[in-house]
């Protein structure tokens, strides 16, 4: 079934009109079907982390040169997804992710795998542990660094999460369990 951007869809926020008739976003009262002011805070798709371009939409992942609304690009997804997110929940321990015999926020994890930057959020602080530690030295010096007075276990959690992040991004990769 292709993706079809509805014709009723706030390009600010996202919200699709529950009526026909409709003409305002009910929730930040913008046009439906118009590019949103300068000033707008944009939606930002939940699986990617992708933020709509100034016109509300983002490129399509399907089919280049055609623009998409947020849902629409949302449901692309299901065609195109950033990595094995079901894997990815058995991990999931409530809030938080162990990896290795270390844990850490889940949604902190997840977002450095799909976009690959350390990101705790808008006004939110990191809480600096191994695992997060060990994303940031991935993230500015790669997977093997010569680091001067790099520790043991900076090292232990650096592979850990080098091994999550193969593991997570081999969506579609069938692995047979030993034995």
């Known amino acids: ?4 951007t509805a014709d009723l869809v706030c390009l600010q926020c996202g919200t699709v009109a ?4 409709a003409q305002l976003c009910r929730r930040c009262g913008l046009r439906f079907g ?16 992708l933020t709509t371009d100034d016109d509300g939409r983002v490129s399509s992942l399907t ?14 997804h299901d065609r195109h997804p950033v990595g094995d997110d079901a894997w990815l929940e058995t991990l999931r321990e409530h809030d ?19 976009t690959g930057v350390v990101d ?4 939110r602080l990191a809480q600096h542990n191994a695992v997060v530690m060990a994303m940031t030295q991935i993230q500015r010096w790669g997977r093997q660094p010569e680091i001067f007075g790099d520790q043991e276990e900076w ?17 579609g ?5 030993a034995g």
């Open 173 to 177: 990769v069938r692995r047979r369990s």
């Open 1 to 4: 079934m292709p993706v079809q």
């Open 63 to 76: 089919q280049p040169g055609r623009r998409l609304d947020i849902n629409a690009h949302i449901d692309e």
């Open 34 to 49: 118009e590019a949103p002011p300068a000033f707008a805070r944009l939606a930002t798709c939940p699986v990617c982390y």
């Open 96 to 114: 938080r992710i162990r990896i290795g015999r270390w844990h850490a926020p889940y949604d902190l994890v997840r977002r450095y795998l799909v």
């Open 18 to 21: 529950t009526r026909a008739t």
């Open 155 to 171: 090292r232990a959690a650096r592979d850990a999460v080098a091994l999550l992040m193969d593991r997570y991004h081999a969506v």
């Open 120 to 123: 705790a959020g808008r006004n």
